[in-house]
């Protein structure tokens, strides 16, 4: 069948370029041009195949069989400003531009039943320094890239009322790079530093989950819709890498295994949509993200050594508003509005995460000639400063027990771009 054979295409090149970018807490919602110029509207709407990212259940809307794939490019962007016992230093991270592809499919099967399936990422970051700045011992790269894949099923009870189910298999694959300091016995003088050693880890594992989904079309005016995505937890195994330089004699850090356990939060979406004229839309909706089980992010090395980190943050929100006009039968217009509150706890703050709440407007248009459609979309994102002076994070303050320097300081001017292409079809 020749959308089976397009979507399998698609869905081999999304599997290839997982996503990572910055933001609130590391959870990802752009997975589709029209999604991203509605702010995420698409939970009370969901009436285009992108809903199974958003609200599966709405897919009971789309007759026959209907595909979709595009990609996002995100640059993130922003300073650390650290006061340090040499004064206040500056670091801006490195220019980037990281890739969150999408590809989705549903297909009718009869009046009642409907099959999905869509791949997509729920998470991802990825930030980068330069190697020899201020912060280096906590951190100086990271990379957290997640791909999801959700087949669905929802099942239309009646005319008003439709649920849906889906199991989601999801890959993560990690990347972490910071310095250790490294010293030197010197005959006659003692311990005296030496060149920092340099120490990556890498690793990756698979988690399952369910993405559950309610869409009521109330009338022909109103919608209402409720979507549960539950934790993902996996155990990331890997190798740790030791760039040796010069360290106390006898000491040594070979290359190992090493394993962790990535816990990754549920969320619960409520979008309630209102449609007064055929041309023209509304959407209001909430996004309550569990990131309290957010605990730690714990490496244990083969070796002995290990990194623990503290996080325990607390539990985030997303305000959204959009609308969508139609000036034209093929010519749509939209924009919307986005407040997620901060869930990082900045007692036990790092570099990682750079983020203490975001703020984002988004614009989309879109056109659509016979069956095809093409969507694009555009958002800013303001993100709030994290302070670091009361913070415990290894490698800022101290390196097991060694000062570095680092007295306090505080993230600025920390922003996103995020551009965003999706082609659909109906067959």
């Given at each position: 069948?020749k959308?089976?054979r397009?979507?399998?295409l698609?869905v081999?090149?999304?599997?290839?370029?997982?996503s990572s970018?910055?933001?609130?807490?590391?959870a990802l919602t752009e997975?589709s041009a029209?999604?991203?110029?509605?702010?995420?509207g698409m939970?009370?709407?969901a009436?285009?195949?992108s809903?199974i990212a958003?609200n599966?259940a709405?897919?009971?809307?789309?007759p026959?069989v209907?595909v979709?794939g595009?990609?996002?490019?995100?640059?993130p962007?922003?300073?650390?400003?650290?006061?340090?016992v040499h004064g206040?230093?500056?670091?801006?991270?490195?220019?980037?531009?990281w890739?969150?592809?999408?590809?989705?499919a549903?297909w009718?099967?009869?009046?009642?039943?409907?099959l999905?399936?869509?791949?997509f990422?729920?998470?991802?970051?990825g930030?980068?320094y330069?190697?020899?700045?201020?912060?280096?011992y906590?951190?100086y790269?990271?990379n957290?890239q997640?791909i999801?894949?959700v087949?669905?099923l929802?099942?239309?009870?009646?005319d008003?009322l439709?649920?849906?189910a889906?199991?989601?298999i999801?890959?993560?694959?990690?990347?972490?790079e910071?310095k250790m300091?490294?010293f030197?016995f010197m005959?006659?003088?003692?311990?005296a530093?030496?060149v920092d050693?340099d120490?990556q880890v890498q690793?990756?594992?698979w988690?399952?989950?369910?993405?559950?989904?309610?869409?009521?079309?109330l009338?022909?005016e109103?919608s209402?819709?409720?979507a549960?995505?539950?934790q993902v937890?996996?155990?990331?195994?890997?190798?740790a890498?030791?760039e040796q330089?010069?360290?106390?004699?006898g000491v040594s850090?070979d290359?190992?295994?090493a394993?962790g356990?990535?816990?990754?939060?549920?969320?619960l979406a409520?979008?309630v949509a209102?449609k007064?004229?055929?041309?023209?839309?509304?959407?209001?909706?909430a996004v309550?993200?569990?990131?309290s089980?957010?605990?730690?992010?714990n490496?244990y090395?083969?070796?002995?050594?290990?990194s623990i980190?503290?996080?325990?943050?607390?539990?985030?929100?997303?305000?959204?508003a959009?609308?969508?006009?139609?000036?034209?039968?093929?010519?749509s217009?939209?924009a919307g509005?986005?407040?997620?509150?901060?869930?990082?706890?900045e007692?036990h703050?790092?570099?990682?995460?750079p983020?203490?709440g975001?703020?984002a407007?988004?614009l989309?248009?879109g056109?659509e000639w016979?069956?095809?459609?093409?969507?694009?979309?555009?958002?800013h994102?303001?993100?709030?400063?994290i302070s670091?002076?009361?913070?415990d994070?290894?490698g800022?303050?101290?390196?097991?027990?060694?000062p570095?320097g680092?007295?306090?300081g505080?993230?600025?001017d920390?922003?996103?771009?995020?551009y965003m292409?999706s082609?659909?079809y109906?067959?």
């Amino acid at each position: 069948m020749k959308a089976l054979r397009v979507v399998g295409l698609w869905v081999a090149l999304v599997l290839g370029m997982a996503s990572s970018a910055m933001a609130e807490g590391f959870a990802l919602t752009e997975w589709s041009a029209r999604g991203l110029g509605l702010a995420s509207g698409m939970v009370g709407r969901a009436d285009d195949v992108s809903a199974i990212a958003y609200n599966a259940a709405g897919i009971t809307q789309l007759p026959g069989v209907q595909v979709m794939g595009g990609m996002g490019l995100i640059a993130p962007m922003g300073t650390l400003s650290l006061d340090t016992v040499h004064g206040k230093q500056e670091t801006t991270t490195k220019p980037a531009v990281w890739a969150a592809p999408h590809a989705y499919a549903s297909w009718q099967l009869n009046d009642s039943l409907w099959l999905g399936l869509g791949v997509f990422s729920r998470f991802g970051l990825g930030n980068s320094y330069d190697q020899n700045w201020t912060g280096r011992y906590n951190l100086y790269s990271v990379n957290l890239q997640t791909i999801s894949a959700v087949p669905t099923l929802a099942w239309k009870i009646n005319d008003i009322l439709s649920v849906s189910a889906g199991l989601e298999i999801m890959n993560i694959n990690l990347t972490t790079e910071q310095k250790m300091p490294g010293f030197a016995f010197m005959p006659g003088v003692g311990l005296a530093p030496g060149v920092d050693n340099d120490v990556q880890v890498q690793g990756s594992g698979w988690g399952v989950g369910g993405h559950f989904g309610l869409h009521a079309r109330l009338n022909d005016e109103w919608s209402i819709g409720l979507a549960y995505k539950t934790q993902v937890t996996a155990n990331v195994y890997g190798e740790a890498k030791h760039e040796q330089n010069s360290l106390l004699p006898g000491v040594s850090f070979d290359d190992c295994d090493a394993h962790g356990t990535v816990q990754l939060p549920d969320s619960l979406a409520l979008g309630v949509a209102y449609k007064p004229l055929d041309n023209l839309s509304f959407e209001v909706g909430a996004v309550w993200t569990r990131w309290s089980t957010y605990n730690s992010l714990n490496i244990y090395m083969d070796n002995g050594n290990q990194s623990i980190s503290h996080k325990n943050w607390q539990d985030g929100w997303n305000f959204n508003a959009s609308v969508e006009y139609k000036p034209l039968d093929w010519w749509s217009l939209r924009a919307g509005f986005w407040y997620e509150t901060p869930v990082v706890n900045e007692d036990h703050a790092d570099f990682m995460v750079p983020t203490n709440g975001r703020t984002a407007l988004t614009l989309g248009t879109g056109v659509e000639w016979n069956d095809f459609t093409v969507d694009f979309a555009y958002c800013h994102m303001w993100i709030n400063p994290i302070s670091y002076d009361d913070t415990d994070g290894a490698g800022i303050k101290d390196f097991h027990g060694l000062p570095t320097g680092i007295t306090g300081g505080n993230s600025k001017d920390t922003v996103a771009n995020i551009y965003m292409l999706s082609f659909g079809y109906k067959f």
